[in-house]
């Protein structure tokens, strides 16, 4: 079997990368390795990937680059993104061709493709906004996005559900709340508060560090992810739309405490108030996708942060600051 997955130097596209070769999948990974955040940090994931995996450079807006290496592919895992909410304000236009014109690329592919069978693509839940109810159902309204990120995300949900009525594509869209965890994102609050207690910069925690958010361990997405993998679509409901979280919301206060005990370093502190387009408290109901898959996430915060920690110190020798 060959999987395309995109995104593949990204924090969850190398950890799906990895799950699918361990089970002896044929995977051909796209990224076109832009300097969102350090390309070492991608690089040095793509090196870990060996037997079964290939790897293309390359942007999924170039739609024709898309296609010819997608060729023969039975499965997409398409995890490519332009990530960051507050980035988008700097750089909109990177949203419109990553996030829009790439998932466009995808579809195309999917849609012209004669042997790709399943579509799985990242959503966000960032889509549902500042004023949904918790915790955050699918069918909780997602019309009122706070950020050019959400939007862009929603968008692709709703273009995915256009291409499944037009052409038949079966679909699944997976609305993952912040995941962390080993070779993970810098640009992540958990990530980005290690460097800066590392650093000795101040931490800056909005409202106190009294939001809340559903943060989700790698390995348990990744779980996730494979549920959906191994239970596809049947013809009559080709387009789905999954929550993949922990289910369980944590200040990010704690999250802040755990970091400081376990790099053994106390964080100095700042205090802002909350970002308007950041929601007060997030949580999923996974309770869909367990019924599909029996997915049940099971890793504690207090538990993911000593592995990610036990991670980081490596990956800081490795990059030379330890």
Known sequence: MKVLV????????????EALLARGIEVVGVDDLNPYYDVRLKQARLRRLGKGFSFHQLDIA????????????EAILHVAAQAGVRYSLE???????????????????????????HLIYASSSSVYGTGSMLPYAESERADRPSSLYA???????????????????????????????????PDMAYFGFAEAIMAGKPVTLYENGTLKRD??????????????????????????????????AEYVRDLVALLEQHLGVTAKTINLPKPEADPVETCADVSALHALCGYVPSTRLDEG??????WYKGWRKLRGDG
């Not at 996030?99 to 042997?115: D, M, P, Y």
């Not at 779980?223 to 922990?246: K, M, Q, T």
């Not at 942060?305 to 036990?310: A, C, G, L, T, Y």
Request: aromatic share 12%; net charge neutral; charged share 20%.
């Open 62 to 73: 170039d739609h024709d680059a898309v296609r010819r290496v997608g060729e023969g592919a």
């Open 215 to 248: 943060f989700t361990y790698i390995d348990d997405i990744i779980a996730g992810i494979l549920g959906v993998f191994d239970n596809p679509p049947d013809e009559a409901a080709s387009h789905r739309v999954f929550n993949i979280g922990n289910n369980q």
């Open 305 to 310: 942060i000593p592995r990610f920690v036990e």
């Open 91 to 117: 750089n909109p236009f990177a949203y419109a061709a990553s996030n829009l014109t790439g998932h466009l690329s995808i579809l195309e592919l999917a849609r012209h493709s004669k042997t790709v069978k």
């Open 6 to 17: 995109t995104g593949a130097a990204g924090f969850i596209g190398y950890h799906i990368c």
């Open 151 to 185: 939007a862009t995300k929603r968008a692709d949900e709703l273009m995915s559900a256009s291409y499944t009525h037009l052409f038949g594509l079966k679909q699944t869209g997976l609305r993952f709340f912040t995941v962390y965890g080993p070779w993970g994102r």
